[in-house]
């Protein structure tokens, strides 16, 4: 199952289930400045990081999100794997971002640590990706991605993001298509077309990268039927 980004059409990213908008409890826990924008329907989005770990009730509110944003066969599973990585991991080895608008949660990207034993380059998954049916088609997945890479490449932090789903969507945002030999993935990927990196170093070029040996994901990721 590829979960970190499902297309549906030419367009854009829709989704068949409809359901209320998830509510953001309270804003204690929201820590990088956020960037305000106006979309065409007059919204305004704010992107936010989210301090390590979210309160309960937070996490609660992203894991119906993404329940809701992939319907009912692929939901329960990507909501559980992003409370699992919100739950699980060590807070240095996660960011996660998430777009309101009037106090509401409607789209949540998250990024955690991707290892290579046997290479120094620091690197982080992006996914999954959910954007709430009623906000699709307004731009505000790539706003929010966009949001999260320029958060990572301003902390210095960061060398190498990588992610696994539609090549046309995430190379909108600067990502390019690699194979497993240039950076391998934790697991066999059933389509390998889906495997794409960007750099977020300057003296780091994705088309002449090359990382030997294997690579680790956390814990929540760590599962055959993510890839």
Same mark, same amino acid.
Not at 149 to 154: C, K, V
């Given at each position: 199952m590829m979960i970190f980004l499902r297309r549906t059409d030419s367009i854009g990213f829709a989704f068949t289930l409809s *359901?209320? $908008?998830?509510?953001? !409890?309270?804003?204690?826990?929201?820590?990088? =400045?956020?960037?305000?924008?106006?979309?065409?329907?007059?919204d305004m989005m704010k992107y936010q990081r989210l301090s390590n770990p979210p309160p309960s009730e937070t996490i609660?509110? $992203?894991?119906?999100?993404?329940?809701?944003?992939? +319907?009912?066969?692929?939901? =329960?599973?990507? +909501?559980?794997?992003?409370?699992?990585l919100m739950t699980q991991t060590p807070s240095n080895d996660l960011f996660v971002f998430v777009a309101t608008t009037n106090d509401e949660i409607v789209g949540c990207i998250i990024f955690s640590r991707l290892s290579f034993p046997e290479n120094r380059t620091r690197a982080f998954l992006l996914g999954p990706v959910g954007i709430h049916p009623n906000h699709q088609l307004k731009g505000i997945g790539q706003g929010l991605i966009q949001? +999260? $890479?320029?958060?990572?490449?301003? @902390? @210095? @932090?960061?060398?190498?993001?990588?992610? *696994?789903?539609? !090549?046309?969507?995430?190379?909108k945002v600067g990502f390019q298509s690699v194979t497993t030999e240039i950076i391998p993935s934790p697991w066999p990927l059933s389509q390998p077309l889906g495997? @794409?990196?960007?750099?977020?170093? +300057?003296?780091?070029?994705?088309s002449k990268l090359l990382i030997t040996g294997s690579s680790l994901c956390v814990k929540a990721f760590d599962k055959k039927e993510y890839w």
């Open positions: *359901y209320s $908008i998830t509510h953001l !409890p309270h804003f204690a826990h929201l820590t990088t =400045e956020g960037r305000h924008y106006r979309n065409n329907n007059t609660s509110t $992203i894991q119906n999100l993404f329940q809701t944003t992939f +319907g009912t066969e692929e939901g =329960e599973s990507v +909501g559980t794997l992003s409370a699992n949001f +999260g $890479i320029e958060t990572l490449r301003q @902390q @210095q @932090q960061v060398d190498l993001l990588v992610t *696994y789903g539609d !090549p046309k969507y995430y190379g495997w @794409q990196a960007l750099s977020l170093n +300057g003296d780091l070029d994705v």
